[in-house]
């Protein structure tokens, strides 16, 4: 891969350059998704796949902050909200901020990611969210994936793919979404 990241160390340029392809990556996605105020962006990430590995072989602290706070600006321009999925080992559970949580009436879980057990990104998103909890499921409005990692499970029902021009940050591959409303009824009914 022509992005491929020396495992050992990541300059603190080469992690500049991945904060700004996510921003680029999430203001992107929001500029096309129209969200609304108050909406959330999910989003799964692999600090492993964007430094050019395997998935779940390279946790990096700084990796994780770097890329958390890139999209986190992106949705703070705007005026949206981040959730951060953990990895599998803590079966994908959502890392927002409290007041996300009371708002849309999720249930909060007791636990809190690391490098190992949830992920860099999570791990990024738990220290430097605002009052920061863990909740095991969401329905966000749209959703961006960082390495191949399955957001669909925390996106509203009818998601539907938005193709933008950054395809990889870092070494990872890019994948976003955005919902819309379910259509119901027959051949009576009328949609906005």
Do not use: W
């Not at 992920?119 to 430097?128: E, V």
């Not at 994936?145 to 499970?153: A, K, P, Q, S």
């Amino acid at each position: 891969m022509e992005d491929h990241i020396n495992h050992s160390e990541i300059s603190a340029e080469e992690i500049e350059k991945i904060k700004k392809e996510a921003k680029e990556a999430a203001l992107e996605l929001i500029e096309i998704a129209k969200p609304e105020e108050g909406d959330v962006l999910v989003v799964g990430c692999s600090t492993s796949e964007v430094a050019g590995q395997r998935i779940g072989t390279f946790s990096s602290k700084q990796l994780g902050e770097a890329l958390f706070l890139g999209i986190k600006e992106a949705c703070d321009e705007h005026k949206i909200h981040v959730a951060a999925q953990c990895c599998e080992h803590l079966n994908r559970a959502i890392i927002v901020e409290k007041k996300v949580a009371k708002e849309r009436g999720l249930t909060m879980v007791n636990v809190v990611p690391q490098l190992k057990a949830g992920g860099s990104f999570a791990t990024a998103a738990y220290s430097l969210l605002e009052g920061a909890v863990a909740v095991e499921h969401i329905q966000a409005e749209l959703g961006i994936d960082l390495g191949d990692t399955l957001i669909g499970m925390h996106l509203r029902d009818v998601a539907v793919p938005v193709r933008i021009t950054v395809k990889s940050v870092g070494a990872a591959h890019v994948v976003c979404a955005r919902t819309r409303l379910k259509y119901i009824g027959g051949e009576r009914a009328k949609y906005m």
